[in-house]
């Protein structure tokens, strides 16, 4: 099992969960963070760090949200690692209360 980043993450990228992962499996596009579910060891770390409530459990993930399984999937072979933590997007307070913003997405 794996874990996910959602929709909550998107234009925020907090990356509290970043500095807890003990196996670096975080990847880091424009806007949003992913997660690679092929090194994530399912440790729990990372979900009660993220302030936005963005990352789940794979058997957790809510129905309308369950493209994130894939995006998260699809996303972390093509952007690059992130293993330290660094500031939000300048932003973030505007988006944190948002959803559905899947289409601001940054690919």
């Known amino acids: 099992m794996t874990f996910v980043v959602s929709d909550s993450c998107i234009m925020c990228k907090h990356t509290d969960c970043v500095e807890v992962c003990p196996v670096d499996c ?47 999937t699809e996303l972390c072979e093509i952007w690059p690692n992130i293993t330290e933590k660094k500031d939000p997007l300048d932003d973030y307070e505007a988006w944190e209360d948002v959803k559905g913003k899947l289409q601001y997405l940054e690919r």
């Open 26 to 72: 975080f990847y880091e596009g424009p806007n949003f963070l992913v997660i690679h579910p092929d090194e994530c060891i399912d440790c729990a770390l990372c979900e009660p760090e993220c302030p936005v409530d963005a990352i789940f459990s794979e058997d957790e993930l809510p129905e309308e949200e369950q493209e994130f399984l894939e995006l998260n």
